[in-house]
């Protein structure tokens, strides 16, 4: 403390105007270099095609960085400190958890996927596969600091009793100094929040003004968002967007607006087949419909043999006489599970970001047990989990169920995985729908096929070979497993007298989360292009069995699970058209078969358009689906702009709750 009883030395004029500007303290360099370190390390894990970190990007993560933490310029050293270190700890665990989240699902954590931050204590292993050794690097600092504040704190014990001799004598000169060193420490701050200000939007300004204009105004994949403003910067925006939608005008829409989705809708509905146009049109009248959403369950094992092992022999024979649909695409984005349903039920594309049973359960949704309940059906669901999981209980009741059959309503006979094996699981939930009244709509969720697919010894009966023990390899244990149930499931159904009275259908509900292509290509035994990672990742089983077994074979046209509700209306004679439902009716032959997924991809059965992560359509890459070679882009314009707008109508539904407008208005006429 000596230098502080000592009387200060007079400056020349330069230095009393520079000194506002005086060099920023090593302690806050050190943070800007520790976090700078850490989101160029984040950013080297991701491996997005597409999207790299030029200078550009590294100036405006730079300028996030100052925006985040200018503020910590107007605290006494002891407090810029102890902000910074807090501020250190807090974006280590953001980065953290963005880059485990983004191994499983490709995407970032926003607002809307923390209000379903209670699910993660259920993830459990799933979470733990997903954790890398290396993520240690975004921690490595913290050892550093914790011995530096071993160090200091010894220090201090040590210097205590000669600062207490100093004081006196330097209270005095420490008071003449402290108002300039707090106009120094404020003009410093500013100075660093303009230079933030500047670094950070002067480039999203140019992006957004060049290559990705729109990019804050239409459904750009989050990633695309991350390409233009950095990580710290999409998670300011995220908020921003979130206090938008919920508190400011975001969730107010223009008479216009509401007035092209409703075009939109009425042009959907006269399109749709009118009754009589075809056999199938209420061929199956009054039949009961089962449908079981598949967890994880994916199409590229259907028909498949490793080391001379069926791994899905009771689908293969139930193909004989069923339905197939060999290019049926899962639709789901965030919200997984939550989102093939909403997709098969409501028919409506899930949002970018979170889950609608979690953002908007409130709101009105056109969903298929609430048309059937019209036709007199009993409508009811089965999961053997918790209800409050994915926000269920609360959803289900507003989509129009009799009842939600959750863990609580099984008996736990067979825990495997999450909960309740499928195999106990389908014959308890064939047991509950036999008591009820005929014809009836039930919707059973799997869960033993779940990630991370660790399934005991018992129940494993494939040999693996060299893929045994890897999370692949199990997970393929998993779906013979799955199958095996859907066999039993069967023979439970003939015995409840329900099989030659029911329509049946199979899907899965999204991909199994695992990027790496050589288990893949080992499993099928070819190498495998882009193109054909792209569909091995986005396509499900969708297979549909008739009570009579009629209408047998592989069907290759495009399809997804919007399209599932209006398919099974079709069945059932129940006319689609009074309903808001976007998906396609797989039965009708007349109707253009487009099928949109949320990352923007879509395909019309000729072209397969896999967007870029910078959302720019040129970017872009066309195949040719006779060929499965490079197309020119412009093949898929026109399907780009339809794709685009639907996403876009589909979003402004949901988040406005134009179909509750929309009925009221129909009511009142």
Same mark, same amino acid.
């Given at each position: 403390m000596e230098y502080l009883s000592s009387r200060p030395q007079r400056k020349s004029w330069i230095q009393r105007l520079l000194w506002p500007f005086a060099p920023i303290r090593i302690d806050y360099l050190l943070f800007l270099i520790l976090i700078m370190g850490k989101l160029i390390y984040l950013h080297s894990n991701l491996h997005v095609q597409n999207i790299d970190m030029n200078t550009l990007d590294k100036i405006t993560a730079l300028g996030s960085v100052l925006l985040a933490s200018f503020w910590t310029l107007w605290l006494p050293r002891r407090g810029r400190i102890a902000a910074l270190i807090i501020l250190d700890v807090l974006l280590s665990f953001l980065m953290f958890a963005d880059l485990v989240y983004f191994r499983y699902f490709q995407d970032f954590i926003t607002i809307p996927v923390l209000m379903q931050a209670g699910q993660v204590e259920s993830l459990g292993g799933s979470i733990r596969e997903l954790i890398h050794t290396s993520d240690i690097w975004l921690f490595a600092d913290w050892i550093v600091l914790l011995a530096a504040g071993i160090y200091l704190i010894v220090r201090r014990i040590r $210097?205590?009793?000669? +600062? $207490?001799?100093?004081? %006196?004598?330097?209270?005095?000169a420490y008071a003449s100094?402290?108002?300039?060193?707090?106009?120094? $420490? =404020? #003009?410093?701050?500013?100075? #660093?929040?303009a230079l933030g200000w500047v670094l950070t939007f002067a480039p999203i300004k140019y992006a957004t003004s060049t290559w990705a204009v729109g990019l804050f105004v239409g459904n750009w994949w989050n990633m695309s968002l991350y390409n233009v403003t950095g990580l710290l910067g999409f998670h300011g925006y995220d908020v921003y967007r979130y206090a938008e939608d919920h508190w400011g005008n975001g969730n107010q829409m223009s008479a216009q607006a509401t007035d092209e989705v409703k075009d939109w809708f009425d042009d959907k509905q006269k399109n749709r087949a009118q009754k009589g146009?075809?056999?199938?049109f209420g061929a199956y009248k009054g039949s009961n419909v089962i449908a079981v959403q598949g967890e994880a369950f994916m199409n590229f094992v259907i028909g498949k043999k490793f080391n001379g092992q069926e791994i899905t022999p009771n689908i293969n024979r139930l193909m004989k006489s069923s339905m197939y649909y060999s290019q049926y695409y899962h639709q789901t984005g965030q919200g997984r599970t939550s989102d093939a349903d909403m997709a098969s039920? !409501?028919?409506?594309?899930? =949002? &970018?970001?979170?889950?609608v049973f979690t953002r908007y359960a409130d709101h009105e949704y056109d969903t298929l047990p609430q048309i059937l309940k019209k036709q007199g059906y009993g409508s009811y669901v089965f999961h053997a989990y918790e209800p409050s999981f994915w926000n269920r209980s609360v959803m289900y009741q507003n989509m129009g169920y009799d009842h939600f059959y959750s863990k609580e309503d099984f008996t736990i006979d067979e825990p495997l995985g999450w909960s309740l094996g499928d195999k106990s699981f389908f014959r308890q939930s064939i047991e509950k729908m036999s008591a009820e009244k005929q014809p009836f709509y039930s919707f059973l969720i799997t869960l033993s096929s779940h990630h991370p697919f660790t399934l005991p010894a018992s129940v494993q009966e494939l040999d693996m070979g060299d893929l045994t023990g890897t999370t692949f390899g199990d997970y393929i244990q998993s779906l013979h497993y799955v199958d095996a149930a859907l066999g039993e499931m069967e023979k439970d159904m003939k015995k409840a007298g329900l099989w030659d009275n029911t329509i049946l259908l199979f899907y899965g509900d999204h991909d199994d989360s695992l990027k790496d292509k050589a288990p893949m290509?080992?499993?099928?035994?070819?190498?495998?292009?882009?193109?054909?990672?792209?569909?091995?990742?986005?396509?499900?089983?969708?297979?549909?069995? =008739? &009570?009579?077994?009629?209408? !047998?074979?592989? +069907?290759?046209? &495009? !399809?997804?699970?919007?399209?599932?509700? &209006?398919? #099974?209306l079709h069945l059932l004679g129940v006319e689609a058209s009074p309903y808001y439902l976007m998906g396609n009716d797989m039965f009708d032959t007349k109707e253009k078969k487009l099928v949109v997924l949320r990352t923007g991809a879509f395909t019309d059965g000729k072209v397969f358009y #896999?967007?870029? !992560?910078d959302g720019i359509f040129e970017?872009?890459?066309? %195949?040719?689906m006779k060929t499965r070679e490079e197309t020119d882009v412009e093949r898929a314009r026109d399907s780009y702009d339809e794709a685009q707008k639907r996403l876009n109508i589909s979003d402004e539904v949901i988040t406005h709750d134009l179909i509750r407008q929309f009925h009221k208005d129909t009511a009142a006429q």
């Open positions: $210097r205590r009793h000669s +600062y $207490r001799s100093n004081m %006196y004598t330097a209270h005095s100094s402290r108002s300039r060193r707090v106009v120094t $420490r =404020l #003009i410093q701050g500013a100075v #660093i929040f146009d075809d056999a199938l039920n !409501a028919s409506l594309h899930p =949002l &970018p970001t979170g889950s290509e080992e499993f099928l035994g070819k190498p495998l292009t882009d193109l054909d990672m792209e569909q091995l990742m986005n396509q499900v089983p969708m297979l549909i069995h =008739l &009570p009579d077994g009629k209408h !047998a074979g592989t +069907y290759d046209i &495009p !399809a997804g699970q919007l399209d599932m509700t &209006p398919s #099974i #896999i967007p870029s !992560a970017h872009g890459t066309a %195949y040719d």
